[in-house]
């Protein structure tokens, strides 16, 4: 075998990555693509499920690391959210403070996303003095511009401790079904919402004995009626330049659909009665004891949290928080966070009055289950933070797994079967089969050196005179579908998309006849289909990078390239004499005894007779949802699912066109007719045993 380890890698403009040079902050560009990414910022009282994680962190990391493979300046912000009630009770449970609470839990929640490589730019934290400072002066500013007033109302109060009672202190009888144990907030027995001052016998959960009565107090209230017009003017523009995906706010259609918009926004309470938090600041001029003893409200300074954590990244902050032109902000959360993040941040940025980089595309997910139930720390259901790391399995498998099944337009459900089916028949049987026969065919027969197999540098020829123009072309049309789904943010088709070009990669060696044999009647017709095959994995290892980094890396190192980005085309970048490493196994099976040995691990313990009968009756009050399809899928499968997403976004265009007042009624029923057809094709294939060979 070659020893010197020589590479011959095509010069062209664009072809290689641009990696930021070590310690230096990254910085928005005027003129370049500039994309700002934020996930929600997970609570700081507990550890996360994969749920959290599919749901915004690792959503937002794939699309950040697309973004580098294109080029594009990125930055990517989260932390943990810090301040409010959530926390305070927690610290109570555990009895320390709740700043002792989220120093022990902020390096937990990073711990768990460094083991999956989430690559932040910054995972930080709200409870520092930046996010104080600038809280304080998005809140003065707001005064200053008359969109805040300040308004009593009656609130629970404890005798006995002195203090008013936030909603998750309180508990008592439900006003609607009688449960005994509803919380301030909502009752989980019947999942009404509630207002603390409606419980029936409210006891403080401090202590039961304690007294509870009702007083007054006084609190700073967003004027969000008056900023509503400006609000729903900027919510429809971005809703259009962003393309976003229909949520609880909007529809496909760009139609506003929340209740509150619909029925006229009202003041909202924007300070609470905690100890715990932002202290609300007092403008010049003015004495007011009372609200200086308040702090802010958790989600008025939660979503403030993404410019202050980047504050703490770079003193430069406002190149990327007060840039609208040259900046494009992508934000990724559980759809139960929409609102927040859609119309109170928006609304706060918009009273503040400066020349904010508002939310340009909303990426949002629907829920992820557990095993036909939900997550459950209580009872010990599901995998939480670090557990994931104890199987043994890589983080890559887990990443792809969660990204495949990403419930982005219903909810999905995790199944360990699947998960085992996953790695075997998908990742072992596709993506690493095609890998490492290639690589190990080159390393067996051609000293580890790329063959020339007779074509130029450069774009691969699809002239028909050429015998693989057809796969030359698929894969063509494939890079661009990926692309086209990556940049709308459609994560899971992206992955069906590599899938597919793998798939296609695994059929061009089989169709070849890649095999001692060819060698031997055909060299030159046997170089060109490794150089080829080779060639097409350089292009997956850039590919997979966002959604399975570790691969990626593997890869790289197997070929001895250096980092690349996304083409449009597949080219000869690789080569005649440039020599590869040495060829590895990129997965390894999951055994059967292994699923099952985690499948009663993390399938939960602990819960009474009357709480499992409980969760059976909530099941069936809920109502019933659909839930999507998650075990193994063929490269068929995979192929038909990117056009089913292709031809529901055709759809849609028409049916806005018809909406718009266009004749468009004959390409509608057509596109619609496709559309049945392509899922009726999809729905058969599904029902198909997935090779295992």
């Given at each position: 075998?070659?020893?010197?380890?020589?590479?011959?890698?095509?010069?062209?403009?664009?072809?290689?990555?641009?990696?930021?040079?070590?310690?230096?902050?990254?910085?928005?560009?005027?003129?370049?693509?500039?994309?700002?990414?934020?996930?929600?910022?997970?609570?700081?009282?507990?550890?996360?499920?994969?749920?959290?994680?599919?749901?915004?962190?690792?959503?937002?990391?794939?699309?950040?690391r697309y973004n580098r493979t294109r080029n594009r300046r990125t930055l990517y912000i989260c932390g943990t959210d810090e301040y409010g009630t959530a926390t305070e009770t927690k610290a109570i449970e555990e009895k320390i403070t709740p700043r002792e609470l989220c120093d022990k839990y902020n390096p937990l929640h990073k711990e768990t996303y460094d083991w999956?490589?989430?690559?932040?730019?910054?995972?930080?934290?709200?409870?520092?003095?930046?996010?104080?400072?600038?809280?304080?002066?998005?809140?003065?500013?707001?005064?200053?511009?008359?969109?805040?007033?300040?308004?009593?109302?009656?609130?629970?109060?404890?005798?006995?401790?002195?203090?008013?009672?936030?909603?998750?202190?309180?508990?008592?009888?439900?006003?609607?079904?009688?449960?005994?144990?509803?919380?301030?907030?909502?009752?989980?027995?019947?999942?009404?919402?509630?207002?603390?001052?409606?419980?029936?016998?409210?006891?403080?959960?401090?202590?039961?004995?304690?007294?509870?009565?009702?007083?007054?107090?006084?609190?700073?209230?967003?004027?969000?009626?008056?900023?509503?017009?400006?609000?729903?003017?900027?919510?429809?523009?971005?809703?259009?330049?962003?393309?976003?995906?229909?949520?609880?706010?909007?529809?496909?259609?760009?139609?506003?659909?929340?209740?509150?918009?619909?029925?006229g926004l009202n003041p909202s309470p924007i300070t609470r009665d905690l100890s715990w938090g932002v202290p609300v600041p007092i403008p010049e001029g003015v004495e007011d004891e009372e609200m200086a003893k308040k702090v802010l409200y958790v989600w008025f300074d939660a979503c403030i949290g993404y410019p202050s954590i980047t504050a703490n990244y770079t003193?430069?902050?406002?190149?990327?928080?007060?840039?609208?032109?040259?900046?494009?902000?992508?934000?990724?959360?559980?759809?139960?966070?929409?609102?927040?993040?859609?119309?109170?941040?928006?609304?706060?940025?918009?009273?503040?009055?400066?020349?904010?980089?508002?939310?340009?595309?909303?990426?949002?997910?629907?829920?992820?289950?557990?095993?036909?139930?939900?997550?459950?720390?209580?009872?010990?259901?599901?995998?939480?933070?670090?557990?994931?790391r104890e199987t043994g399995v890589s983080a890559d498998v887990w990443r792809y797994y969660l990204l495949s099944i990403r419930p982005e337009t219903s909810d999905s459900m995790f199944s360990w079967a699947d998960f085992g089916a996953a790695n075997n028949n998908i990742l072992l049987k596709n993506f690493g089969n095609f890998v490492n026969r290639a690589l190990?065919?080159?390393?067996?027969?051609?000293?580890?050196?790329?063959?020339?197999?007779?074509?130029?540098?450069?774009?691969?020829?699809?002239?028909?005179?050429?015998?693989?123009?057809?796969?030359?072309?698929?894969?063509?049309?494939?890079?661009?579908?990926?692309?086209?789904?990556?940049?709308?943010?459609?994560?899971?088709?992206?992955?069906?998309?590599?899938?597919?070009?793998?798939?296609?990669?695994?059929?061009?060696?089989?169709?070849?006849?890649?095999?001692?044999?060819?060698?031997?009647?055909?060299?030159?017709?046997?170089?060109?289909?490794?150089?080829?095959?080779?060639?097409?994995?350089?292009?997956?290892?850039?590919?997979?990078?966002?959604?399975?980094?570790?691969?990626?890396?593997?890869?790289?190192?197997?070929?001895?390239?250096?980092?690349?980005?996304?083409?449009?085309?597949?080219?000869?970048?690789?080569?005649?004499?440039?020599?590869?490493?040495?060829?590895?196994?990129?997965?390894?099976?999951?055994?059967?005894?292994?699923?099952?040995?985690?499948?009663?691990?993390?399938?939960?313990?602990?819960?009474?007779?009357?709480?499992?009968?409980?969760?059976?009756?909530?099941?069936?009050?809920?109502?019933?949802?659909?839930?999507?399809?998650?075990?193994?899928?063929?490269?068929?499968?995979?192929?038909?699912?990117?056009?089913?997403?292709?031809?529901?976004?055709?759809?849609?265009?028409?049916?806005?066109?018809?909406?718009?007042?266009?004749?468009?009624?004959?390409?509608?029923?057509?596109?619609?007719?496709?559309?049945?057809?392509?899922?009726?094709?999809?729905?058969?294939?599904?029902?198909?045993?997935?090779?295992?060979?």
């Open positions: 075998m070659a020893t010197e380890q020589k590479q011959l890698v095509r010069d062209a403009p664009g072809l290689l990555r641009v990696v930021p040079t070590p310690g230096k902050k990254i910085l928005p560009v005027e003129g370049s693509e500039n994309v700002l990414i934020t996930s929600a910022l997970p609570y700081c009282n507990n550890v996360p499920h994969l749920g959290n994680l599919i749901g915004s962190l690792l959503s937002a990391d794939v699309f950040a999956f490589q989430l690559d932040f730019d910054l995972f930080g934290r709200t409870s520092t003095p930046l996010h104080t400072e600038i809280c304080q002066e998005i809140y003065l500013n707001l005064h200053k511009n008359g969109f805040l007033e300040k308004k009593s109302q009656e609130q629970t109060y404890c005798e006995t401790e002195g203090r008013y009672l936030a909603d998750r202190f309180i508990e008592g009888t439900c006003p609607n079904c009688g449960a005994n144990d509803a919380r301030g907030d909502q009752c989980d027995q019947c999942s009404r919402t509630l207002d603390a001052l409606d419980l029936i016998n409210p006891r403080c959960l401090l202590d039961k004995s304690h007294k509870v009565i009702t007083k007054p107090s006084s609190h700073a209230y967003i004027q969000l009626d008056k900023i509503q017009p400006r609000h729903e003017e900027w919510l429809k523009r971005r809703w259009a330049e962003g393309k976003w995906a229909p949520n609880s706010v909007v529809n496909s259609v760009g139609e506003i659909v929340d209740a509150r918009l619909k029925a003193t430069d902050w406002k190149q990327w928080w007060f840039n609208p032109k040259n900046v494009k902000l992508y934000q990724f959360m559980g759809k139960d966070n929409t609102y927040f993040h859609t119309v109170l941040f928006p609304c706060t940025q918009l009273g503040d009055g400066r020349d904010w980089t508002t939310l340009y595309h909303l990426s949002t997910t629907e829920f992820l289950n557990y095993e036909n139930g939900k997550f459950s720390k209580r009872y010990n259901r599901g995998v939480f933070g670090p557990a994931a190990k065919f080159t390393a067996a027969k051609y000293d580890s050196a790329v063959p020339d197999g007779g074509d130029a540098p450069g774009p691969l020829p699809t002239d028909e005179s050429d015998p693989d123009a057809n796969f030359i072309k698929e894969v063509n049309d494939l890079l661009k579908q990926y692309g086209d789904a990556m940049d709308q943010v459609h994560l899971r088709t992206g992955l069906q998309h590599i899938l597919s070009i793998s798939g296609r990669g695994n059929q061009f060696l089989q169709d070849a006849g890649l095999n001692n044999a060819l060698m031997a009647s055909d060299p030159k017709r046997c170089a060109q289909v490794i150089s080829r095959a080779l060639n097409l994995i350089y292009v997956l290892s850039v590919l997979i990078e966002p959604y399975m980094p570790g691969t990626a890396a593997s890869i790289l190192k197997q070929l001895n390239v250096p980092l690349r980005t996304v083409p449009d085309q597949l080219s000869n970048d690789l080569l005649p004499g440039h020599v590869i490493g040495t060829p590895e196994l990129l997965f390894k099976p999951i055994e059967e005894k292994s699923l099952e040995a985690w499948r009663v691990r993390f399938g939960g313990s602990g819960q009474s007779a009357e709480a499992a009968a409980e969760d059976k009756k909530k099941a069936k009050r809920a109502p019933a949802k659909k839930v999507e399809h998650v075990g193994p899928k063929s490269a068929e499968a995979l192929a038909i699912e990117g056009k089913v997403t292709v031809q529901g976004d055709v759809v849609r265009g028409l049916k806005e066109k018809k909406k718009a007042g266009e004749s468009v009624e004959a390409e509608l029923a057509t596109a619609l007719q496709e559309l049945l057809s392509l899922k009726r094709e999809l729905d058969e294939e599904l029902k198909k045993p997935v090779a295992t060979a």
